[in-house]
């Protein structure tokens, strides 16, 4: 039973792994509107609440800036991890950019 857990352990660091190149690729190679298209980016986002969950983790809740408070169609799933980042300079200090 160790042997498979640390070879699920290691096929699991492999595909999160794969899965960072590929969003960072993305990142560098598309616009944040074409992402955001494609449902994989959301943009001008603010926190409404923060809160800590099981075991820990951060639980944000988010709206959008624009569209009258509704988020665009996105592929954001609950458990997926995510970065958030500030937005450029000159913008609203409490929008923030949501990538999967």
Same mark, same amino acid.
């Given at each position: 039973m160790e042997q498979f857990? *640390? $070879?699920? $352990?290691?096929?699991?660091?492999?595909?999160?792994?794969? &899965?960072?190149k590929e969003s960072e690729e993305l990142l560098s190679s598309v616009s944040l509107a074409e992402l955001? *298209?494609?449902?994989? &980016?959301?943009? $001008?986002?603010r926190s409404t609440s923060m809160r800590t969950g099981l075991g820990g983790k951060s639980l944000v809740d988010f709206e959008a800036t624009e569209q009258g408070n509704v988020l665009p169609t996105h592929g954001f799933r609950t458990g997926d991890i995510v970065s958030v980042s500030a937005n450029k300079k000159g913008e609203s200090k409490d929008e923030v950019d949501f990538f999967i």
């Open positions: 857990c *640390r $070879k699920q $352990k290691e096929l699991l660091e492999i595909e999160n792994d794969s &899965v960072m955001q *298209r494609r449902g994989i &980016v959301l943009t $001008k986002i």
